[in-house]
């Protein structure tokens, strides 16, 4: 554990929760990609598949199921309390282009064949079958954000999530300086875990890049800025008037 590590699970943390947030507070889930909390959830539910298999009672673990369950509450959220404010026909991202070669990826690519060689595949597969769901879910969790990019383009309105990607891309940024950190200081390397995050990374900074795009062009968001400007060159001119404005004693 270090500081990176921490600051990341606590970004972590609050992305769910602003999430929640503006579900509730809204009470929609209009703009929201239903298909990336489902690839998210199913991301957490696969690398901590043997969680209850082995549980001890420990920060790491407690992280692993507040994840869990923090993702099947926006699921529920979405599919049974606010599922009739949910855009399906605007999240239009075939989750199986992401999932079947996500999946292709993580049965060639894993740390059993890093560590032992393609030639011991089949022994180490069966031995250790694990490391190939981890990889999956590492995997799979870079390209997730993937049908939120989608739906954003869709709808042309990114303002609910931006709070969400924002933090979101926070978390990973820590979570890279924290595999820097470990590389140097730690002697630890994780090549797997470094490249995938810094790939989730650009996707997040280009959904931010796309949420803006839409933002400047949305007519509700120019008309506010419109009203703001307005509204601030009275002030001004009303400030200018009374500066000249004589002196009274």
């Not at 998210?40 to 869990?68: D, E, G, H, P, Q």
Request: aromatic content about 18%; some cysteine; hydrophobic content about 45%.
């Amino acid at each position: 554990m270090n500081y990176f590590s921490i600051c990341g699970d606590v970004l972590h943390y609050l992305s769910f929760f602003i999430l929640i947030f503006k579900i509730c507070r809204n009470k929609s889930c209009a703009g929201i990609s239903a298909k990336s909390q489902v690839l998210f959830a199913t991301v957490f539910t696969v690398r901590y598949i043997n969680i209850f298999a082995k549980y001890n009672f420990s920060y790491l673990s407690i992280c692993k199921v507040m994840f869990l369950i923090l993702s099947y509450v926006i699921l529920g959220l979405i599919f049974f309390l606010y599922y009739s404010t949910y855009n399906r026909s605007k999240d239009t991202f075939p989750v199986l282009y992401i999932i079947l070669p996500v999946l292709a990826l993580s049965l060639v690519f894993n740390y059993n064949v890093i560590d032992h060689g393609i030639e011991n595949y089949w022994k180490y597969l069966l031995q250790n079958p694990y490391e190939v769901a981890w990889a999956f879910s590492i995997y799979l969790e870079a390209l997730a954000i993937v049908p939120q990019y989608i739906m954003i383009s869709n709808t042309g309105d990114g303002l609910r999530i931006r709070a969400y990607v924002v933090v979101m891309t926070m978390y990973r940024i820590f979570y890279i300086c924290n595999w820097i950190y470990r590389y140097y200081f730690e002697s630890r390397s994780d090549p797997i875990s470094f490249i995938s995050g810094s790939i989730e990374v650009i996707i997040l900074i280009l959904t931010l890049i796309k949420i803006q795009e839409c933002t400047s062009n949305n007519p509700k968001w120019q008309e506010r800025t419109k009203i703001f400007t307005i509204e601030g060159s009275k002030i001004k001119k009303t400030s200018e008037k009374e500066d000249l404005l004589p002196l009274t004693v």
